[in-house]
């Protein structure tokens, strides 16, 4: 079973669309880290978020941290093609340990 | 600064071979964690480790697979007797010593494909 729910699975949109990622857990995360990975290449840190209700903004992209610390969205604006990614959340239970991924949202943005 | 480094990034291996795979964590963090991903699917905990201590290996497989850091040089992943449900990319992350919350920055990752 998978901690961390991640929808959708996949999206593929049209330049300057706006697009919503969530990630949803039954479980209490001490943090939420959101990656992006490029094919061929390892996972790229975009954000950690630790307090509950935080959000957190980088560029056009913006990241919430729900209030009970059990979910997560990732917001994009006008999305660009650069944006085009793997996008992968991961939960951390403690300060040291392992993180719990989702499997991820394929994003395609097409020019 | 460099960031996390893993070689080599692409091994192949026949079926029965060893396959050894490096991580040098980045200057300053003495965390080290093993994850694994197959196609279509997030990454898998493997294993977590520090300076001479394997912290939770909870993720390992039982047979085949080990894990070290030693006080001197990268951390190894060895599978050993490979087998083609090993092929999958195997990343290693690392993370600082006392960090304030968990964040852990990953490789480039090695590619491993058993004929």
Known sequence: TQLLEQSPQFLSIQEGENLTVYCNSSSVFSSL??????????????VTVVTGGEVK?????????????????????????GDTGLYLCAGARSTLGRLYFGRGTQLTVWP | NAGVMQNPRHLVRRRGQEARLRCSPMKG???????????????????????????????????????EFPKEGP???RIQQVV????????????????GINEQFFGPGTRLTVL
């Open chain 2, 29 to 67: 963090h003495s965390h080290v964690y093993w994850y694994r991903q197959l196609p279509e699917e997030g990454l898998k905990f493997m294993v977590y480790l520090q300076k001479e201590n394997i912290i939770d290996e909870s993720g390992m497989p039982k047979e085949r697979f080990s894990a």
């Open chain 2, 84 to 99: 083609r449900g090993d092929s999958a990319a195997y990343f290693c992350a690392s993370s600082p010593r006392s960090p």
């Open chain 1, 57 to 81: 903004k980088l560029k056009r992209l913006t990241f919430q941290f729900g209030d009970a610390r059990k979910d997560s969205s990732l917001h994009i604006t006008a999305a660009q093609p």
């Open chain 2, 75 to 77: 951390s190894i992943l």
């Open chain 1, 33 to 46: 880290q959101w990656y992006r990975q490029e094919p061929g290449e390892g996972p790229v840190l975009l």
